[in-house]
């Protein structure tokens, strides 16, 4: 049971490239998140997945898209990467319909973008 | 504008002190977690509380919910080098049923030998 996996665990990317990463989970949750971290803001909810098929944007969506390919995947795309996108994302899964909400986290990618 | 409001943002102490650590907010939660989050590694659970005033023990740190389910505190009696992590607490609102959490900024503590 590996719980969440992302991959890649590093990515250095220039300006202007882009990238998909990739998320997936086996604990059958209907839920999926994507967040990243920069020093002192804590977590912040890029997009989530309530259920397969359906995302929505959190709270810094802006040069992100997503994808809920089935139950098991999620993933994140930058089309266009910048600078500012330079940071430690994680994907977490939680069983999403449930209460309460307890959230489970991959190892995170570290992207730089120079 | 923070949802969360976790204090302090650093905290640096010897091992054998006692510490406690805020998390505060206007609004009311379902429910709230802790998660503790070490170098190069994703945030793991601690505990979660559901209930208006409910304290829940796991080993020496005891987690309290607020009676209005506006706030937390996280308390860790004779804190050890291995507490030393990123402690970071997260909240369901209520009527949310998208399975969404959020998160503070977190309280880095480093516990010295």
């Known amino acids: 049971n590996a719980g969440v996996t992302q991959t890649p665990k590093f990515q250095v990317l220039k300006t202007g490239q882009s990238m998909t990463l990739q998320c997936a989970q086996d604990m059958n949750h209907n839920s999926m998140y994507w967040y990243r971290q920069d020093p002192g803001m804590g977590l912040r909810l890029i997009y989530y997945s309530a259920s397969e098929g359906t995302t929505d944007k959190g709270e810094v969506p802006n040069g992100y898209n997503v994808s809920r390919l089935n139950k098991r995947e999620f993933s994140l795309r930058l089309e266009s990467a910048a600078p500012s996108q330079t940071s430690v994302y994680f994907c977490a899964s939680s069983e999403g319909t449930g209460y309460p909400y307890e959230q489970y986290f991959g190892p995170g990618t570290r992207l730089t973008v120079t | 504008t923070q949802l969360l409001e976790q204090s302090p943002q650093f905290l640096s102490i010897q091992e054998g002190e006692n510490l406690t650590v805020y998390c505060n907010s206007s609004?009311?939660?379902?429910?709230l977690q802790w998660y503790r989050q070490e170098p190069g590694e994703g945030p793991v659970l601690l505990v979660t509380v559901v209930t208006g005033g409910e304290v829940k023990k796991l080993k020496r740190l005891t987690f309290q919910f607020g009676d209005a389910r506006k706030d937390s505190s996280l308390h860790i009696t004779a804190a050890q080098p291995g507490d030393t992590g990123l402690y970071l607490c997260?909240?369901?609102?209520?009527?949310?049923?998208?399975?969404?959490?959020?998160f503070g900024r977190g309280t880095q503590l480093t516990v010295w030998p």
């Open positions: 997260a909240g369901a609102r209520r009527g949310s049923t998208l399975g969404r959490l959020y």
């Open positions: 609004s009311v939660f379902s429910s």
